[in-house]
């Protein structure tokens, strides 16, 4: 089975605080890819990162920064000294199949709301 | 270089009519998804299309079909609508595999 849980519904962090997502993935394949989307209340999902199975490198982006363990099965995110800005939804995606379509498989998204 | 976009913004129809969406891809993208997002759930995959050619297709009936055109835009479009199908319609383009760029969407809501 190819699924995506986000166990985390709402988070409510105060400006400044550090908040980390969880994700956890299934799939028997061994080529895939994750992903997490954020999406403001406009309702157009922004990308923020990629990342493919061979490569567990951890990455940080400025505030943000990813954790991939295939060990757990899990992709975290964490933003670090969070912003009001960053109140949106984050979607954990997984795209099994070896990549062999765009099939994005989501989670149910986790709703971050940040307080000044 | 114009990102995703799509129309209508919004639309209201009644059970059992017919609806088109449109999305025209972000410029140098051939390959455009299709994905239905109902009211706090995460996106559901309904198709893809690559170079006018259905390639990939999510749990959805054969009452959602799509097209791409040869300037890889692309409609969804939904015969006998139901009161299920109330929901945000999102398309995304990408050239053949690789990150995925979203449009604002199309929220459908079926009375």
């Known amino acids: 089975a190819q699924k995506v849980t986000q166990a985390q519904t709402e988070i409510s962090v105060v400006e400044k605080e550090d908040v980390t997502l969880d994700c956890v993935y299934e799939t028997r394949d061994t080529t895939y890819y994750l992903f997490w989307y954020k999406q403001p209340p406009s309702g157009e999902l922004v990308f923020l990162i990629r990342?493919?199975?061979?490569?567990?490198q951890n990455e940080i982006s400025g505030r943000y920064s990813w954790n991939f363990q295939k060990s757990t099965s899990s992709f975290n995110f964490t933003i670090t000294a969070s912003q009001v800005v960053d109140s949106a939804v984050y979607f954990c995606?997984?795209?099994?199949?070896?990549?062999?379509?765009?099939?994005?498989?989501f989670g149910t998204g986790t709703l971050l709301a940040v307080q000044p | 270089e114009t990102g995703v976009t799509q129309s209508p913004t919004h639309l209201i129809k009644t059970r059992g009519q017919q609806v088109t969406l449109r999305c025209s891809s972000q410029?140098?993208?051939?390959?455009v998804s299709w994905y239905q997002q109902a009211l706090g759930q995460g996106p559901q995959f309904i198709f893809q299309?690559?170079?006018?050619?259905?390639?990939g297709r999510g749990n959805f009936p054969p009452r959602f079909s799509g097209l791409q055109f040869p300037n890889y835009s692309s409609e969804l479009n939904v015969n006998a609508l139901e009161l299920d199908d109330s929901a945000l319609y999102l398309c995304?383009?990408?050239?053949?595999?690789?990150?995925?760029?979203f449009g604002p969407g199309t929220r459908l809501t079926v009375l």
């Open positions: 410029s140098g993208h051939n390959t």
């Open positions: 990342r493919n199975s061979f490569d567990e």
């Open positions: 299309y690559y170079r006018e050619e259905e390639n």
């Open positions: 995304a383009s990408s050239l053949g595999i690789s990150e995925q760029f």
């Open positions: 995606a997984l795209n099994p199949y070896g990549g062999a379509t765009n099939k994005l498989i």
